[in-house]
Each structure stands twice: as structure tokens, then as C-alpha cells.
């Protein structure tokens, strides 16, 4: 029978019919009822990317409890996220299979099973193909519901905080044939209102990294103006100078106060690189084993008073080559003798996502668990130019 040989097309359609909050039961139920699984789980990655929530489970615990959330570090569920590799292991009731649920790269979450008897090849093979069409039915329903934004957060976040991560982008990491990157930030104890964004057209990738003056509400106010002037310019097809332009005067016109920050844009098809410096630290590249600091002239910050314009300047990127951007809470007091660059070293054949949350990471411990200013960091890993 043909959904019998291939089952995803009627598990996507009875995901579809059930309502946004029970489309992940469905794949949960799914597994359970095909393989006579003991337990089911999805267990969804958190803000920290330290932790993952158990959102939903099928056979061991009744629902209306609590969600369970575990510490990654240290952890088969974190070696799991690390690696991007499935773990098969012995338990007490069987055996318990534990599949990345990831999105180009996004790690979402992960699914959890335990069945009666070690495996056959044909159930791993379903069991991945389920954690793939979990990826897509994640993302396709939070549209929908707040259920997986609250399995997200696992502690309470002030108002600053809210608009700060609904100003990121709705995926943390990105993979294509040209490129792989990853964007992670650490809030400050007082929230400052650093933000990343990036996107994809035809032939461009645009990236930007932001931090605006101040804390709390005012500096949320000031990355909300920063991110609707920039998105909006680039979305109605503005060059890199001009939505720089138009970040400044919207920063002038309503905001009260500035902000530095760096955009970046890369042709997908030539790898021809632009960057304009908003009076932000200088990005990093680590190339053939090597961690330098690119000097760029740095123009003013946006938002000031004074007669100005944005230069736009060519950034040198040749495949292989990693790019790390961030705000100056990397550089803050605490992490003065980090060694970025021993990092960097230490983390040069580390996917982005866990390169960026080592960054965000060290720098955290470095300041005993408290930052006094945002930590964001961006990794590009630039593979060529070229047809996807």
C-alpha cells in the first residue's frame, strides 16, 4: 500500500487537520501507534540554547503538567543538538532513540522515543523522516498559537525583553550551498537592545548586527525604530548606504538617542562582499587557521546630530573563510582576557550555531552569570559562489 510504503504524506495531512496546539501530538501519536512505542516526546531547544523543554508526551505523562526543562551541557540531549547525530542507547524499558529536529541548520528541537526492542534500519529511516516533518510542522504553526514560544522561555521576560527577541529573526541559523551562519545573543541583566537580523533574496544575503545607546525599554524603543527603518529600506530594494541612511534618519527623527551598527551584504552568485561600519567594532575572519581583525574605516553611529554620510566598503571573503560579527558586550569588563581569538581557534571546525553560543557563553562566565550590556555575536561561514 502507498501510505503504508511512505507514510509522511498522510502524517503532513492529519497535521494539518488537527488545530496548531495539537499538530505535534499528531506526529507523536503517529510514532507511538506504528513502532508500539513505549514514550514519545518533542522536546523543543530554549532561548539560551542551554536547555530544552519537553513540550509534548506520548505514553509516560499525563498532560497538564508542568513542562520539563533540561540542561543541555553535559548531556546526551546536548551532544545530540551539538552533533546533529541521532543517539540510540539501552534504557530499562527498551531502547531510547533521541532525532535532531532541525531546519537548515535551526536546531528546533528534538524527538525522543522508546520502543521495546533495538530497531531495524526501516524504523530509523521513519524515525528521521518523522523528525524532518516536525521541523516543518514546528515552523508552519507557530503562526498559529504561542505554544511553542512558550516552550521556548524557560525563565519570565520583562517588557524590553519581549520586544528585543521578537525583533530577531524567527530562525537563529541558516544553510544554503554558499554559506552557513548563525546569530546568538546574551541579554543583559538590564536589557540593551542589541539585535541581528538576516535575510535571503535571489542573489543576496544581507546581514546586520545593531546596538543601540542605553537600557531597558528605552534602548528596545530605539532597536524597534533601528529594525523597521532597515528592514523596511531593504525590503523596497534600497542599497546597503541607503538603508543605512534611512536607519539614521529615523533614529534622528523619532528616537532621541543612537545606536552603532554594521551591515552586510554578499552576492550569492560572485561572493562580492559590502559592508557599511556604523561606528561598531570591527568584525573578525578567521582564514587558513588564522583569526584577524579587518580594519575598516568606521563611519558615525546612527542617530547623531552632525553632517554625515555612510560609506560603502568592499570586504574581502573568499570561501572557507569564517566572519564573525558582534556588539561591544563581547568586549565588555570581565571578558577583557577572554582571547577571542583562542576561541575562535579552539572553535574554527564547530558548526556557527555552537560557535556563537560558545562566544555568548564564555563572555557570560567571564562576568559571573551578570552582563551590564548585551552580548550578540554573528558567525558567516562562507562556502563560495554559486548555484544553490
Known amino acids: 500500500m502507498a501510505d503504508e510504503e511512505n507514510p509522511l504524506p498522510g502524517l503532513l495531512q492529519a497535521a ?103 530497531p531495524a534500519e526501516s524504523v530509523l529511516r521513519a524515525v528521521r523522516e518523522a523528525a524532518r516533518a516536525l521541523a516543518y510542522i514546528v515552523i508552519t504553526n507557530q503562526r498559529f498559537t504561542d505554544l511553542y514560544t512558550w516552550g ?71 532597536a524597534t525604530l533601528l529594525m523597521g527603518a532597515l528592514r523596511g529600506a531593504r525590503r523596497a530594494g534600497a542599497d546597503i548606504d541607503e538603508q543605512a541612511r534611512r536607519a539614521d534618519h529615523a533614529l534622528l527623527e523619532y528616537g532621541g538617542g543612537h545606536a552603532t551598527g554594521q551591515l552586510l551584504r554578499v552576492n550569492l552568485r560572485s561572493g562580492r562582499t559590502q559592508l557599511v561600519n556604523a561606528g561598531h567594532p570591527w568584525p573578525l575572519r578567521v582564514r587558513a587557521g588564522r583569526v584577524e581583525e579587518i580594519s575598516l574605516a568606521v563611519d558615525q553611529p546612527f542617530g547623531l546630530p552632525f553632517p554625515h554620510t555612510y560609506q560603502v566598503q568592499s570586504l574581502d ?54 552582563l551590564e550590556d548585551d552580548a550578540t555575536v554573528m558567525v558567516l561561514d562562507w562556502h563560495g559562489a554559486g548555484g544553490g
Open 16 to 118: 494539518e487537520e488537527a488545530t496548531p496546539v495539537e499538530a505535534v501530538d499528531v506526529v507523536a501519536h503517529n510514532l507511538h501507534r506504528r513502532f508500539g512505542a513505549e514514550t514519545v516526546s518533542f522536546l523543543l531547544v530554549d532561548l539560551t540554547g542551554q536547555a530544552v523543554v519537553r513540550l509534548t508526551t506520548v505514553g509516560s505523562v499525563e498532560s497538564g503538567q508542568d513542562a520539563e526543562r533540561i540542561s543541555l551541557p553535559g548531556s546526551v540531549y546536548g551532544q545530540v543538538v551539538r552533533t546533529q547525530q541521532p543517539h540510540q542507547g539501552t534504557v530499562p524499558r527498551g531502547v531510547r532513540l533521541i532525532t535532531p529536529v532541525t531546519n537548515r541548520g535551526d536546531a528546533i528541537g528534538l524527538l525522543e522515543l522508546t520502543l521495546p526492542r533495538t
Open 152 to 222: 521556548r522561555r524557560t525563565t519570565p521576560l520583562s517588557l524590553a525583553a519581549e520586544i528585543q527577541h521578537q525583533l530577531l529573526p524567527v530562525s537563529l541559523a541558516c544553510e544554503a550551498a554558499q554559506f552557513t551562519l548563525s546569530g546568538a545573543l546574551e541579554p543583559a541583566a538590564t536589557i540593551s537592545g542589541d539585535t541581528f537580523d538576516f535575510t535571503l533574496d535571489r542573489e543576496t544575503l544581507h546581514l546586520s548586527v545593531t546596538d543601540p545607546m542605553g537600557h531597558d525599554l528605552h534602548a528596545a524603543l530605539l
Open 317 to 370: 571573503l573568499r570561501p572557507g573563510d569564517r566572519l564573525v560579527m558582534f556588539t561591544d558586550g563581547l568586549l565588555e569588563r570581565g571578558a577583557e582576557d577572554l582571547g577571542l581569538d583562542t576561541i575562535l581557534m579552539d572553535a574554527q571546525h564547530l558548526h556557527p550555531r555552537e560557535t556563537a553560543l560558545s562566544l555568548t557563553e564564555r563572555v557570560l562566565e567571564a562576568n559571573n552569570g551578570r
